[in-house]
């Protein structure tokens, strides 16, 4: 790996740390990103693998009444025996430390709670909801492609899984954040595009705050043009208008593409605006109906009533295959962090910004995918 991706991908780390370490301090979580393990990755003994047969091994699962189920007031969880749909989530890096290269599956991370409510819970309008536990890599194991191995060897055993126990032939969501999209551009590429049937039967994927390369429509999986149109892909990356911190996460970057990993030649980023569901245009702050504010502790270990949503916070327009967005000094607590006053970075509330609208998306696209089977 060249020094300039080395420094690339060690700053990305120190960035994905600060902005998810709300409570400990910006100067400590860059300290945190910018170190790592003791010992090379082919020296430690990787923590056990998760058995996607046992309840311990998913993150969410129906039945529950987890925090995934949880909703603003206003809104309602669809019904999990009538649910039209399913959604596989991919979650983020959660553990925000560098004593190893992977998390232990069922590890207690910073950021396990808030990604249940703020995220996964965007789809339990419209779905059932499934997103596995896997061995994520810590800050530094993003940096090693032997941990990013086997991150996605989880997260690929719990989609054959999902699919041979829980899918039924059903459409499906596949949904990612941050590490999480990292994963599912390689997850539609081995395990969907390639498969009729489930190409057949995905109804979108929302790869959210991460590099989704625009080939993508040369394998059959074009970017969404419209709110209702299916077998599509969406993705966007939020920056603060005129900013370009988060340039990191679409430019020179480490992905998967075509069976093996890509350093350099990076395409043009996908980027879709959520409040319009196309690349072009700008959509005014009159278009959001609501935002969620970031969770904070203590969080509620069961589905709960999130906060009331703020509608009209931001618009948002393509520019550079980054989404940028205008969030007013004056916003309720919750909207800022220390990484979009440093950096200009959305990152943290990729979903939080524009919450309505693709709680609403997700279940006009279930829709639509129905129709267009009668």
């Given at each position: 790996m060249k020094p300039l991706q080395r420094l690339r991908l060690s700053l990305l780390a120190a960035l994905a740390g600060a902005l998810a370490l709300s409570g400990c301090g910006v100067i400590k979580a860059v300290r945190e990103g910018m170190t790592k393990p003791d010992k090379p990755f082919n020296q430690m003994t990787p923590p056990p693998a998760p058995d996607f047969d046992k309840p311990d091994a998913w993150f969410a699962f129906p039945g529950r009444n987890g925090l995934e189920r949880s909703t603003p007031p206003g809104f309602a969880?669809?019904?999990?025996?009538?649910?039209?749909?399913?959604?596989?989530?991919?979650?983020?890096?959660?553990?925000?430390?560098?004593?190893?290269?992977?998390?232990?599956?069922?590890?207690?991370?910073?950021?396990?709670?808030?990604?249940?409510?703020?995220?996964?819970?965007?789809?339990?309008?419209c779905c059932r909801i499934y997103a596995p536990h896997y061995r994520q890599a810590s800050l530094a194991g993003l940096k090693n492609h032997a941990a990013v191995e086997l991150a996605y060897g989880d997260v690929a055993k719990a989609f054959r899984w999902y699919i041979a126990h829980?899918?039924?032939?059903?459409?499906?969501?596949v949904a990612s954040h941050s590490q999480g999209t990292g994963h599912l551009v390689r997850l539609l590429q081995d395990e969907i595009l390639n498969n009729p049937q489930l190409?057949?039967?995905l109804v979108a994927a929302y790869a959210i705050g991460a590099y989704a390369p625009s080939s993508f429509a040369t394998l059959g999986l074009p970017a969404c043009t419209e709110a209702t149109a299916t077998g599509c892909i969406v993705s966007w990356n939020t920056t603060q208008k005129?900013?370009?911190?988060?340039?990191?996460?679409?430019?020179?970057?480490?992905?998967?593409?075509?069976?093996?990993?890509?350093?350099?030649?990076t395409l043009a980023a996908i980027c879709t605006n959520p409040l319009i569901w196309t690349a072009d245009g700008v959509a005014p702050a009159s278009a959001n109906a609501g935002a969620l504010t970031f969770p904070t502790p203590p969080y509620p270990k069961t589905a709960t009533t999130l906060p009331a949503l703020t509608p009209h916070l931001t618009g948002a327009q393509c520019k550079d295959n980054l989404?940028?967005?205008?969030?007013?000094?004056?916003?309720?607590?919750?909207?800022?962090?220390?990484?979009?006053?440093?950096?200009?970075?959305?990152?943290?509330?990729?979903?939080?910004?524009?919450?309505?609208?693709?709680?609403?998306?997700?279940?006009?696209?279930?829709k639509a995918w129905q129709a267009a089977q009668h």
């Open positions: 969880a669809v019904d999990e025996a009538t649910a039209p749909a399913d959604v596989f989530f991919i979650h983020p890096t959660m553990y925000l430390h560098n004593d190893v290269w992977n998390a232990a599956y069922d590890v207690a991370g910073d950021y396990n709670a808030p990604v249940l409510l703020a995220q996964a819970s965007d789809f339990n309008g829980e899918n039924h032939g059903r459409p499906f969501i190409k057949k039967q005129g900013r370009t911190g988060a340039r990191m996460l679409t430019r020179n970057v480490d992905y998967w593409w075509q069976g093996k990993h890509q350093m350099s030649g989404l940028e967005v205008d969030v007013p000094d004056s916003a309720p607590k919750g909207f800022h962090d220390a990484l979009t006053f440093v950096y200009g970075s959305y990152h943290k509330n990729d979903y939080g910004l524009f919450y309505a609208s693709i709680r609403q998306n997700a279940s006009d696209r279930v």
